[in-house]
């Protein structure tokens, strides 16, 4: 059994009208394929809440500022399409370069605000490039629901923000951060770390878990996120981009958890970036 894959959008619009006759409910699960358990457990919440589920595959070039990041992404759409069969997914939307980015395309979509900081800063334009193919996925797919994994956090305010700005009819759902046993966050860059390097990137959740429960119990980020930065330099991060906390919906840098709030890490590990974060429990009273 396979499932099938469709490249050209007109066969994705076809099938699509069929769905939509019958009544049915759509979800799409936007991706850039070298599948795990993170983006399964999105393709399992989509297929439980609706009748038809459409994962799309596409390494997106404008969302990539390292030419040598995107040059080595894993591609992996034999073994991706294999792990996809049994998990009710209709279809494999992996567009053709010219049916995202025609000859002559020429519109950006940019999310001002929450776009800004934190994956904003270090990688300037990366989030045009996210809204912009994502919003041409939900136009592509007209898919009803939409599920983004919690892993890349500000991808799904992005995503959040842009949809309801441009009045796109579909609700986007964030879904849990898979882990690894070892608690790292499951992530397509894994695979390019050596065995002693995910042993090592392990302590970034640990380390974050720590904060995180001190945060709680009334310490402030200051003092925390210095011992935190020593503590992740000592077992190999080389830089430590940022070890912020942020309330949870505006991503505003606060001290202390007195809003609902996440603390939000990215760090390089043996020369792959890794970005994980956790929510954290407001202050106790
Ligand atoms: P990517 O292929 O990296 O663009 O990711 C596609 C989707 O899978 C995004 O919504 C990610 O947030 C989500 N995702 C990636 N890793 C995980 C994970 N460990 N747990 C849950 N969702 C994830």
Redesign the pocket.
């Known amino acids: 059994m396979t499932v099938p894959i469709l490249r050209q959008l007109t066969d994705l619009r076809a099938k699509h009208a069929t769905w939509i006759r019958a009544g049915e409910t759509v979800a799409v ?11 399964l ?2 393709v399992k919440a989509a297929s439980a809440a609706c009748d038809r589920v459409i994962v799309t ?1 596409f390494i ?1 070039p404008r969302q990539f500022n390292n030419a040598a990041d995107l040059a080595s992404y894993p591609r992996t759409e034999h073994e991706d399409a294999a792990k996809l069969v049994g998990l009710g997914v209709d279809v494999i939307y992996v567009p053709d370069g010219g049916q995202i980015y025609p000859d002559g395309y020429s519109t950006n979509v940019s999310v001002s605000g929450v776009s800004d900081v934190l994956e904003g800063e270090f990688r300037p334009g990366h989030f045009d490039g996210v809204a912009t193919v994502v919003a041409k996925l939900f136009l592509q797919t007209g898919a009803h629901r939409a ?7 500000q ?2 305010m992005v995503v959040k923000r842009m949809a309801r700005d441009l009045d796109i009819p579909i609700e986007v759902i964030g ?5 690894e046993a070892s608690g790292l ?5 894994n695979l390019r770390l050596s065995p002693e390097g995910l042993d090592r990137a392990a302590t970034l959740y640990q380390v974050m878990q720590q904060v995180a429960a001190r945060l709680t119990g009334g310490e402030s980020l200051g003092p925390l996120a210095d011992e935190a930065r020593d503590k992740l330099a000592s077992v190999g991060f080389a830089d430590i981009e940022y070890f912020d906390l942020r309330c949870e919906d505006q991503l505003q840098l606060l001290q202390r958890p007195t809003r609902p709030a996440r603390l939000l890490v990215a760090a390089w590990m043996d020369g792959i970036r890794l970005i994980d974060n956790i929510e954290v429990k407001e202050l106790k009273a």
């Open positions: 699960v936007p991706t850039m394929g070298a599948l795990h358990a993170g983006h457990s999105l595959i997106n599920y983004f994994g919690q892993k890349d956090y991808q799904l879904c849990p951060t898979v882990r966050a499951m992530s397509s860059r």
